[in-house]
């Protein structure tokens, strides 16, 4: 069975929450501690018998507050962009790591800066982050964005639902109904809404359900579950998702949880065989336009 984790990231962690972090004294060492991250990401991968891992970068804006694009003043040493690690892990392992990129489609250069990051690094698509960069997607300003992102055949994968992070984002535009407007203006414009919107599951789940090219990704929904005034359990709410959108529109993700959200995991919830090849892989090959034996 393929297996793609289409909501993967770099390793991270956040400013202040660290214990032992150490900043790289050298470009050389910039290089090779990316690898041996990337490496490990790969072990975990073998654990939890995902094939390829679709990387999401946090942006320019987020970066440094997990360490990238962050400098040195003692050394001058300047780590990778979260942009540059993907391009990084996928140039050296192209079988097991697919890119995004994370680009703020407000700044005038973003059209640009998009085109260039598909053309030069091959990326399948780029992640949209409205409440870090505090924009209502279904804003026509950034209309041509999108426009461009359908001329390049990408993805576009919003980040939806409730953080913590108060003095980073805006919690009014991580409402997945603000995508229902998109998804019937840009029909051709293939959209993901991750975690399902993860507070706000229902509302992703009827986004998708009235839109034909949007799809959800069900990463950290277990974490998402556990975290609502009146909890419920990550396998009913994926089990009444499926039953609602079918198993078609939906894409298993991580969000680097591999040890938790997994094929055995999926397995479990008894969906068939079809529904569990579809969600765990093939809708996912299908969207991304790879060969379902990769």
């Given at each position: 069975?393929?297996?793609?984790?289409?909501?993967?990231?770099?390793?991270?962690?956040?400013?202040?929450?660290?214990?032992?972090?150490?900043?790289?004294?050298?470009?050389?060492?910039?290089?090779?501690?990316?690898?041996?991250?990337?490496?490990?990401?790969?072990?975990?991968?073998?654990?939890?018998?995902?094939?390829?891992?679709?990387?999401?970068?946090?942006?320019?804006?987020?970066?440094?507050?997990?360490?990238?694009?962050?400098?040195?003043?003692?050394?001058?040493?300047?780590?990778?962009?979260?942009?540059?690690?993907?391009?990084?892990?996928?140039?050296?392992?192209?079988?097991?790591?697919?890119g995004f990129a994370c680009i703020d489609p407000t700044r005038k250069e973003a059209i640009q800066e998009l085109e260039e990051t598909v053309t030069k690094y091959g990326f399948k698509g780029v992640k949209l982050f409205p409440s870090l960069h505090h924009y209502e997607p279904n804003d026509t300003k950034v209309y041509p964005f999108y426009e461009k992102c359908i001329e390049l055949g990408i993805v576009a994968a919003f980040h939806m639902g409730c953080t913590r992070h108060s003095k980073i984002d805006r919690l009014q535009l991580e409402y997945p109904l603000l995508?229902?407007?998109?998804?019937?203006?840009?029909?051709?414009?293939?959209?993901?809404?991750?975690?399902?919107?993860?507070?706000?599951?229902?509302?992703?789940?009827?986004?998708?359900?009235?839109?034909?090219?949007?799809?959800?990704?069900?990463?950290?929904?277990?974490?998402?579950?556990?975290?609502?005034?009146?909890?419920?359990?990550?396998?009913?709410?994926?089990?009444?998702?499926?039953?609602?959108?079918?198993?078609?529109?939906?894409?298993?993700?991580?969000?680097?949880?591999?040890?938790?959200?997994?094929?055995?995991?999926?397995?479990?919830?008894?969906?068939?065989?079809?529904?569990?090849?579809?969600?765990?892989?093939?809708?996912?090959?299908?969207?991304?336009?790879?060969?379902?034996?990769?």
């Amino acid at each position: 069975m393929l297996v793609i984790d289409i909501h993967g990231h770099p390793p991270f962690l956040l400013k202040g929450e660290e214990s032992k972090y150490v900043p790289p004294k050298t470009q050389e060492a910039v290089i090779s501690e990316m690898v041996e991250d990337a490496k490990k990401m790969i072990e975990s991968m073998d654990a939890a018998k995902i094939d390829i891992k679709v990387l999401l970068p946090f942006g320019k804006d987020a970066d440094p507050k997990f360490h990238y694009s962050e400098k040195d003043p003692s050394t001058g040493v300047t780590t990778f962009s979260s942009n540059e690690w993907v391009a990084k892990a996928q140039e050296k392992y192209p079988e097991r790591f697919l890119g995004f990129a994370c680009i703020d489609p407000t700044r005038k250069e973003a059209i640009q800066e998009l085109e260039e990051t598909v053309t030069k690094y091959g990326f399948k698509g780029v992640k949209l982050f409205p409440s870090l960069h505090h924009y209502e997607p279904n804003d026509t300003k950034v209309y041509p964005f999108y426009e461009k992102c359908i001329e390049l055949g990408i993805v576009a994968a919003f980040h939806m639902g409730c953080t913590r992070h108060s003095k980073i984002d805006r919690l009014q535009l991580e409402y997945p109904l603000l995508l229902d407007a998109l998804a019937r203006d840009l029909p051709e414009l293939k959209i993901i809404i991750c975690h399902v919107g993860r507070h706000w599951l229902q509302e992703g789940t009827l986004v998708a359900f009235r839109n034909e090219n949007v799809y959800v990704d069900i990463s950290s929904l277990h974490v998402y579950c556990a975290m609502m005034v009146h909890p419920i359990e990550p396998s009913t709410a994926i089990k009444r998702i499926v039953e609602i959108l079918g198993d078609e529109k939906i894409l298993y993700g991580t969000d680097n949880t591999d040890q938790i959200m997994n094929i055995f995991f999926i397995e479990g919830l008894e969906l068939g065989k079809e529904a569990t090849r579809k969600i765990m892989g093939e809708n996912a090959a299908k969207l991304l336009n790879l060969p379902l034996g990769s």
